[in-house]
């Protein structure tokens, strides 16, 4: 079973930064492709960005240009860097590990204050 921590949410005025993290319990990221997805009040779960396990990355259309996603294989770890963020950025953050099985994190909170 592999576990996903996320950190690195908070509270940060519109035009600010913040950098997620995401750490999996094991050896996974060579191997699965990793996600960002986030979910708003009342709305759906939305991919954010990805990351292949071949280093291939993909953006939401919204976030193109704001928001950078990276891994360092040797530190299990996943991030999520969101630059100019916007009140529309506000969710609730989650990891998602996509292979063989598929596996998700308990989520970050992100609040982007006008």
């Known amino acids: 079973q592999v576990q996903l921590v996320e950190s690195g949410g908070g509270l940060v005025q519109t035009g600010g930064s913040l950098r997620l993290s995401c750490a999996a319990s094991g050896s996974i990221l060579s191997i699965y492709d990793m996600g960002w997805y986030r979910q708003a009040p009342g709305k759906q779960r939305e991919l954010v960005a990805g990351?292949?396990?071949?280093?291939?990355?993909n953006y939401a259309d919204s976030v193109k240009g704001r928001f950078t996603i990276s891994r360092v294989n040797a530190k299990n770890t996943v991030y999520l860097q969101m630059n100019s963020l916007k009140p529309e950025d506000t969710a609730v953050y989650y990891c998602?590990?996509?292979?063989?099985?598929?596996?998700w994190g308990q989520g970050t909170q992100v609040t982007v204050s006008s």
């Open positions: 998602n590990a996509d292979g063989a099985r598929t596996f």
């Open positions: 990351i292949s396990s071949g280093g291939s990355t």
